[in-house]
């Protein structure tokens, strides 16, 4: 079982940068499949940026090149560093963990078993 609790949202103008932290408390946390998913109000929630338990990562197209995903095994840590935003990545960002799913690189939220509570990143032009 894992409890994640994410940290870093905030406000940023268009083309500013931030980056979002998800500190876990999990037992055998480095064989976790980790990943960033976001939520914008009325829509569904997107899988964004994942890393398995060897470092291999896989994003979505729509942050692909601007959003870079890590995690620090030593600190029971997970991140997101955001750069180029648009006002479009306005939403909530919520981390999620699972262990070994065989089609974590498809991004799809069911593959996750734990959840943090949600970080709200608003973006303006």
């Known amino acids: 079982q894992a409890q994640l609790v994410e940290s870093g949202g905030g406000s940023a103008q268009a083309g500013g940068s931030l980056r979002l932290s998800c500190a876990a408390s999990a037992y055998r946390y480095s064989l976790y499949t980790l990943a960033w998913f976001r939520q914008a109000p009325g829509k569904e929630r997107e899988g964004l940026a994942a890393?398995?338990?060897?470092?291999?990562?896989v994003y979505a197209d729509s942050v692909k090149g601007r959003f870079t995903i890590s995690r620090d095994n030593a600190r029971n840590t997970l991140y997101l560093q955001m750069n180029s935003l648009k006002p479009e990545d306005t939403a909530t960002y919520y981390c999620?963990?699972?262990?070994?799913?065989?089609?974590?690189?498809?991004?799809?939220?069911?593959?996750?078993?734990?959840w943090g509570q949600g970080t709200q990143v608003t973006v303006s032009s």
């Open positions: 999620a963990a699972g262990f070994s799913p065989r089609k974590w690189r498809l991004l799809q939220k069911g593959d996750f078993a734990y």
């Open positions: 890393i398995d338990y060897v470092g291999d990562t």
